[in-house]
């Protein structure tokens, strides 16, 4: 077992947390609809920039997803909502919960660094450290904001594609509920209910969810393939935040979420199965000075990783635990009208465990960063960070964005230069993978103590333009990355090691339109160019098609009745190793969807997933479901 000396004050300090209720310092400010227009045009504001900003003001690409925004398209799983991102390819060994992972402009899944209400969520136990979107329900998500490009300055390792930061619903003044409940293909069943009340100082909600599905055949039914892999989950999450004084307040979080998917492994049906628990929870203190312009937060953040893995007989194959925990200090200062102040330091442990392996690293950071404002049309950033590594090479990264806008004619102008790391990941430093053959096991060393980070310098320009009193916005964006120093597995399963072997190079267009035709009438659409090449052997990278894109069609007739359709472009990739790369086709997937309002209180929806029934593959020998159907019931008070 991990050791449980640090467990207990981080334990405690969060489920008090978890109790309070009020509105704290950084709650959420108003966001408008990403893929509609709004005529009044309300600002969008970003959180995970450190500071709250208007979105026009951020010199980086940033796409911000409402509550609204995945409950008006019926999204399933986290994984539905950013296929529509620009510049971001999801791809799942599977559906209903299999093994989902980001690649952030060409940058592998564990170069993309996810945060749930501003924890980091990345596995430390797992192979490279990244975080498995498979299954990740978003009943409970307020927001979603992608931000593409390297944050390694905001936000230090793992950051090198960009950050995808997720906010869970919180407290409001007064009372409400909201719940659904849906069935459909596979034998699918998800619900999820949630109630948030509070008053003036006090302020709290509380949502549980679960799903259950017979799933398709993760190992492709189109091979001989016919044994269900069937998934099921349950998460529940609580949030809270108090006023104990006019400029000092207390919030906290915890979501805790257990998943059991059974498992193939692409080549036919194995009978396998896992078992993934995941607690994940902050508690901040925040405090105002200096008539409000000094904001100081101090925050305990904790994760808690338990995976299991059983084979067709029942026994264990891997049993993995991860801790990592964070105290972090916050300071912003509004310094002058024009200039706007950040900076901060974090500590932060992490340990990861499996039957064969156990490693214990840390790493202290300090960052700073400027927000200046010399015009009202321009504003610059700029920052610097430092993180003291443990067991690997320490870190250096900065970064510099501007925008300017000119309003007379709704162009907004950015730009974006900045560098990026990764840390390599426990089972990468000191990992060993062990196998038996005749009696004999043997233990093979993967893991690398010698690996230093990998880093990454990008850049980028774009032009965001607004047309007809906002009706329509149009955005256009250029992005080149190299990173060096990329980790991969070098070698045979039985003697191989981690090395740092490869640079790669990424550069690309994405492109988005959003219409609002009629009063009743938006349609969006996004497209994606990508070249994300190895620098050896100029090979495209695998699973990396070289174009993406969708199209959403919502219409509103009445006030009761909402349409929508969704149409995704997935273009060819590659997959597997050099000699024995496979070509994956293109896909063209739509998907159909209503909802009616039958009373104020209650709606009834459905939707139809694949209309076409296009048969295809993300991962080679992987499974994809065929045309399938849902229906359910919302209400809310």
Same mark, same amino acid.
């Given at each position: 077992?991990?050791?449980?000396?640090?467990?207990?004050?981080?334990?405690?300090?969060?489920?008090?947390? @978890?109790?309070?209720?009020?509105?704290?310092?950084?709650?959420?400010?108003?966001?408008?609809?990403?893929?509609?227009? @709004?005529?009044?045009?309300?600002?969008?504001?970003?959180?995970?920039?450190?500071?709250?900003?208007?979105?026009?003001?951020?010199?980086? @690409?940033?796409?911000?997803?409402?509550?609204?925004?995945?409950?008006?398209?019926?999204?399933?799983?986290?994984?539905?909502?950013?296929?529509?991102?620009?510049?971001?390819?999801v791809?799942?060994?599977?559906?209903?919960?299999?093994?989902?992972?980001?690649?952030?402009?060409?940058?592998?899944?564990?170069?993309?660094?996810?945060?749930?209400?501003? #924890?980091?969520?990345?596995?430390?136990?797992?192979?490279?450290?990244?975080?498995?979107?498979?299954?990740?329900?978003?009943?409970?998500?307020e927001?979603?904001?992608?931000?593409?490009?390297?944050?390694?300055?905001? !936000?230090?390792?793992?950051?090198?594609?960009?950050?995808?930061?997720?906010?869970?619903?919180?407290?409001?003044?007064?009372?409400?509920?909201?719940?659904?409940?849906?069935?459909? *293909?596979?034998?699918?069943v998800?619900?999820?209910?949630?109630?948030?009340?509070?008053?003036?100082?006090?302020?709290?909600s509380?949502?549980?969810?679960?799903?259950?599905?017979?799933?398709? *055949?993760?190992?492709?039914?189109?091979?001989?393939?016919?044994?269900?892999?069937?998934?099921?989950?349950?998460? #529940?999450?609580?949030?809270?935040?108090?006023?104990?004084?006019?400029?000092? *307040?207390?919030?906290?979080?915890v979501?805790?979420?257990?998943?059991?998917?059974?498992?193939?492994?692409?080549?036919?049906?194995?009978?396998?199965?896992?078992?993934?628990? =995941?607690?994940?929870?902050?508690?901040?203190?925040?405090?105002?000075?200096?008539?409000?312009?000094?904001?100081?937060?101090v925050?305990?953040?904790?994760l808690?990783?338990?995976?299991?893995?059983?084979?067709?007989?029942?026994?264990?194959?891997?049993?993995?635990?991860?801790?990592?925990?964070?105290?972090?200090?916050?300071?912003?200062?509004?310094?002058? %009208?024009?200039?706007?102040?950040?900076?901060?330091?974090?500590?932060?442990?992490?340990?990861?465990?499996?039957?064969?392996?156990?490693? %214990?690293?840390?790493?202290?950071?300090? !960052?700073?960063?400027?927000?200046?404002?010399?015009?009202?049309?321009?504003?610059?950033?700029?920052?610097?960070?430092?993180?003291?590594? @443990?067991?690997?090479?320490?870190?250096?990264?900065? =970064?510099?964005?501007?925008?300017?806008?000119?309003?007379?004619?709704?162009?907004?102008?950015?730009?974006?230069?900045?560098?990026?790391?990764?840390?390599?990941?426990?089972?990468?430093?000191?990992?060993?993978?062990?196998?038996?053959?005749?009696?004999?096991?043997?233990?093979?060393?993967?893991?690398?103590?010698?690996?230093?980070?990998?880093?990454?310098?990008?850049?980028?320009?774009?032009?965001?333009?607004?047309?007809?009193?906002?009706?329509?916005?149009?955005?256009?964006?250029?992005?080149?990355?190299?990173?060096?120093?990329?980790?991969? !597995?070098?070698?045979?399963?039985?003697?191989?090691?981690?090395?740092?072997?490869?640079?790669?190079?990424?550069?690309?267009?994405e492109? *988005?339109?959003?219409?609002?035709?009629?009063?009743?009438?938006?349609?969006?659409?996004?497209?994606?160019?990508?070249?994300?090449?190895?620098?050896?052997?100029?090979?495209?990278?695998?699973?990396?098609?070289?174009?993406?894109?969708?199209?959403?069609?919502?219409?509103?007739?009445?006030?009761?009745?909402?349409?929508?359709?969704?149409?995704?472009?997935?273009?060819?990739?590659?997959?597997?190793?050099?000699?024995?790369?496979?070509?994956?086709?293109?896909?063209?997937? #739509?998907?159909? =969807?209503g909802?009616?309002? #039958?009373?104020?209180?209650?709606?009834?929806y459905? =939707?139809?997933e694949?209309?076409?029934? %296009?048969?295809?593959?993300v991962?080679?020998?992987?499974?994809?479901?065929?045309?399938?159907?849902?229906?359910?019931?919302?209400?809310?008070?």
């Amino acid at each position: 077992a991990m050791p449980r000396a640090t467990r207990a004050p981080f334990a405690l300090a969060l489920l008090a947390g @978890s109790a309070l209720a009020a509105p704290a310092f950084g709650q959420d400010a108003q966001t408008a609809p990403s893929g509609t227009v @709004s005529a009044q045009a309300q600002p969008v504001i970003v959180e995970s920039t450190r500071i709250p900003t208007e979105l026009d003001k951020i010199g980086a @690409s940033v796409t911000v997803i409402t509550e609204e925004d995945i409950k008006e398209a019926q999204d399933r799983q986290v994984t539905d909502t950013l296929k529509r991102v620009p510049g971001l390819n999801v791809t799942q060994n599977g559906a209903f919960g299999a093994q989902a992972s980001v690649f952030l402009r060409g940058s592998a899944s564990q170069q993309t660094l996810v945060l749930i209400d501003g #924890v980091e969520v990345n596995d430390p136990s797992k192979t490279q450290g990244a975080f498995d979107f498979g299954g990740l329900d978003p009943s409970n998500i307020e927001k979603i904001e992608v931000l593409r490009g390297p944050q390694s300055t905001l !936000y230090g390792s793992d950051a090198i594609g960009g950050v995808i930061s997720i906010t869970t619903k919180s407290g409001k003044e007064g009372f409400s509920a909201d719940a659904f409940l849906e069935g459909g *293909s596979y034998e699918t069943v998800r619900g999820s209910g949630t109630v948030r009340g509070g008053t003036e100082r006090a302020r709290g909600s509380l949502t549980v969810s679960g799903t259950d599905s017979e799933g398709i *055949s993760i190992a492709d039914e189109n091979a001989g393939n016919d044994e269900q892999d069937g998934f099921s989950d349950v998460t #529940v999450a609580t949030k809270g935040s108090v006023d104990l004084a006019e400029n000092f *307040s207390l919030s906290g979080t915890v979501n805790v979420s257990q998943q059991s998917q059974e498992l193939d492994f692409g080549s036919g049906d194995t009978g396998d199965d896992s078992d993934t628990t =995941r607690l994940n929870g902050r508690l901040r203190a925040s405090h105002t000075a200096l008539n409000g312009r000094l904001k100081n937060r101090v925050s305990l953040k904790t994760l808690r990783m338990h995976r299991q893995n059983f084979d067709a007989s029942g026994d264990l194959d891997l049993d993995a635990d991860s801790e990592r925990n964070v105290f972090a200090y916050q300071g912003t200062m509004d310094a002058a %009208d024009w200039l706007v102040v950040t900076f901060g330091a974090e500590t932060e442990g992490t340990e990861a465990q499996t039957d064969d392996w156990s490693g %214990d690293f840390r790493t202290t950071s300090g !960052y700073a960063s400027a927000q200046i404002t010399p015009l009202d049309r321009l504003t610059i950033t700029g920052g610097a960070r430092y993180d003291a590594n @443990s067991d690997t090479e320490n870190a250096a990264t900065g =970064r510099v964005s501007a925008s300017y806008r000119l309003r007379e004619t709704g162009t907004t102008i950015r730009g974006l230069w900045g560098q990026g790391f990764r840390t390599p990941s426990a089972n990468e430093l000191v990992g060993i993978y062990s196998f038996s053959f005749n009696g004999t096991t043997t233990n093979n060393q993967v893991g690398n103590p010698n690996l230093v980070p990998e880093e990454s310098e990008s850049w980028e320009v774009g032009v965001d333009q607004t047309l007809f009193n906002n009706r329509i916005k149009g955005s256009v964006t250029y992005f080149n990355q190299n990173i060096e120093n990329n980790i991969f !597995y070098s070698g045979s399963i039985f003697r191989g090691q981690y090395q740092n072997i490869d640079e790669t190079e990424h550069q690309g267009v994405e492109t *988005s339109l959003t219409a609002r035709m009629t009063d009743w009438a938006t349609l969006s659409a996004n497209y994606t160019y990508l070249d994300a090449v190895n620098v050896t052997d100029n090979e495209q990278l695998v699973r990396r098609p070289r174009h993406t894109g969708s199209a959403t069609l919502q219409l509103a007739p009445t006030d009761k009745l909402d349409l929508g359709t969704t149409v995704r472009y997935r273009g060819q990739s590659e997959d597997g190793r050099v000699p024995n790369r496979v070509t994956l086709g293109d896909a063209v997937i #739509v998907d159909v =969807r209503g909802s009616y309002k #039958v009373t104020e209180c209650a709606s009834i929806y459905g =939707r139809i997933e694949n209309l076409l029934n %296009d048969q295809y593959q993300v991962a080679d020998g992987f499974g994809t479901p065929d045309i399938s159907g849902f229906a359910g019931v919302r209400v809310s008070f």
